[in-house]
């Protein structure tokens, strides 16, 4: 009988934690973009940094996929939506993803280049380093050795989209494209995590579970005319 109850109890315990582990698992927001479209930049400048704001970043896993647009040649070689300038830019947003895979330090690089791009001042570009506190020398190292490659991988994750891509910023949340509804990304994470294990930072956002069984029912009425960039163009 003894065994019998400790057999239970350790069942108990080792259900106790998939569930704890279950419900603590975070939300994936995945934007891909490319450096130089206006739109994407406008949404990371004006747009996404709310989740820092609010807290909700702890709840998110934030994945940025700088490649948007851009294809690859017959020759091998690679073509970007808005020139060679903004082939560098991914590359060196992949590099700062990769040698700062902590979320709080790249996202900071690229949300300040990014701002550059919006101010019409991307000269000014190796100044972010300083201001957000980065090593250039190692982005350069990468940029100028597997920056190519780290790219090439953000390409294949592209293509791997399903639906595929029709423009940028595309925002996934859970797998789920948002389309033309990307602006309303913040409502989308919340609604993910369901009834019972809502971040206080929806609840705070006003995203009551009310809110969100709301917004779940009706979203597909919702129109918006977001500008994007086009993969076509």
């Given at each position: 009988?003894?065994?019998?109850?400790?057999?239970?109890?350790?069942?108990f315990?080792?259900?106790?934690?998939l569930?704890?582990?279950?419900s603590?698992?975070?939300?994936?927001l995945?934007?891909?973009?490319?450096?130089?479209?206006p739109?994407?930049?406008?949404?990371?400048?004006?747009?996404?940094p709310?989740?820092?704001?609010?807290g909700?970043?702890?709840?998110?896993?934030?994945?940025l996929?700088?490649w948007g647009?851009?294809v690859?040649?017959?020759?091998?070689t690679?073509?970007?939506?808005?020139?060679?300038?903004?082939?560098a830019?991914?590359a060196?947003?992949?590099c700062?993803?990769?040698?700062?895979p902590?979320?709080?330090k790249?996202?900071?690089?690229i949300?300040?280049?990014?701002?550059?791009?919006l101010?019409?001042?991307?000269?000014?570009?190796?100044?972010?380093?300083?201001?957000?506190?980065?090593?250039?020398?190692?982005l350069?190292?990468?940029f100028?050795?597997?920056?190519n490659?780290?790219?090439?991988r953000?390409?294949e994750e592209?293509?791997?989209?399903?639906?595929?891509?029709?423009?940028?910023?595309?925002v996934?949340?859970?797998?789920?494209?948002?389309?033309?509804?990307y602006q309303?990304?913040v409502?989308?994470?919340?609604n993910a995590?369901g009834s019972?294990?809502?971040?206080?930072?929806?609840r705070?956002?006003n995203?009551?579970?009310?809110t969100i069984?709301r917004?779940?029912?009706s979203?597909?009425?919702?129109?918006?005319?977001?500008q994007?960039?086009?993969?076509?163009?």
């Open positions: 009988m003894a065994s019998y109850q400790r057999l239970c109890i350790r069942n315990t080792i259900f106790f934690c569930v704890s582990l279950a603590s698992q975070k939300v994936t995945s934007l891909y973009y490319e450096a130089l479209c739109y994407c930049a406008e949404f990371i400048v004006n747009h996404l709310k989740i820092f704001q609010n909700l970043i702890s709840a998110i896993d934030l994945q996929v700088p647009n851009t690859i040649r017959p020759d091998g690679i073509l970007c939506q808005h020139g060679e300038a903004e082939c830019l991914n060196i947003h992949a700062a993803i990769n040698a700062y902590d979320v709080m790249h996202f900071g690089y949300y300040c280049t990014e701002q550059l791009v101010e019409n001042k991307l000269e000014k570009w190796a100044d972010c380093f300083e201001m957000v506190g980065l090593s250039r020398a190692a350069d190292c990468c100028n050795g597997y920056g490659q780290l790219e090439l953000y390409a592209t293509s791997e989209l399903y639906p595929a891509h029709k423009f940028v910023p595309w996934v949340v859970d797998n789920q494209p948002l389309q033309e509804n309303n990304f409502t989308y994470v919340c995590y019972n294990q809502v971040p206080e930072a929806c705070i956002l995203h009551s579970v009310e069984s917004f779940n029912s979203v597909e009425k919702l129109s918006y005319s977001h994007v960039c086009y993969s076509n163009q």
